[in-house]
């Protein structure tokens, strides 16, 4: 099972459309996560053309978007856990914050946005995943997302590009 995971669009404030080089990732994939602050639901409607969305609100979404998704989840697949959250609040730092949010659950990986900074690591027995954001890097220095390979092993990787367009600068 292949997976896409996005965060942050912020479509249409930080981008038109998505870029070229996160839709050509969105090719073939069995499921697309996203992260949180979608801004509007257009972003859904024009992911759900590539695979079936899962997701969760962010703190920049309305009330249509915290209604649809809620701001948490945890979805299972075989014998991998996902923990699925914004990462958005006060006090403490993002990263934080996720794994808070599923002290009471037994996941495998904890995928959070809001910070727009990648992250994959490791804290104690949980991975942590941010996939950054394909269309505001804010700090980093690439935009980006995330796929998940599901199979009899778990790999988690970035996708890195230079710019909206995704096109090599």
Do not use: C
């Not at 996939?131 to 220095?141: A, E, Q, Y």
């Amino acid at each position: 099972m292949r997976i896409v995971v996005i965060a942050d669009t912020h479509m249409p404030k930080r981008a038109k459309h998505l870029p070229k080089r996160l839709i050509e990732g969105l090719i073939n994939v069995d499921l697309i996560l996203h992260a949180g602050d979608w801004q509007t639901r257009e972003v859904l409607e024009e992911l759900t053309v590539y695979a079936p969305v899962q997701g969760v609100a962010g703190n920049v979404d309305g009330d249509d978007l915290h209604s649809l998704f809620g701001k948490r989840k945890v979805l299972d697949f075989g014998n991998i856990s996902i923990g699925l959250t914004h990462g958005d609040g006060k006090s403490k730092t993002t990263e934080k914050r996720a794994l808070d949010d599923f002290a009471f659950d037994d996941v495998d990986i904890v995928i959070f946005g809001h910070s727009h900074i990648p992250v994959l690591k490791k804290h104690e027995d949980i991975i942590l995943f941010n996939p950054g954001s394909p269309t505001d890097k804010r700090r980093s220095p690439s935009y980006s997302y995330g796929i998940i390979d599901i199979g009899e092993t778990v790999v988690l990787k970035h996708v890195f590009f230079e710019n909206k367009e995704g096109l090599s600068e």
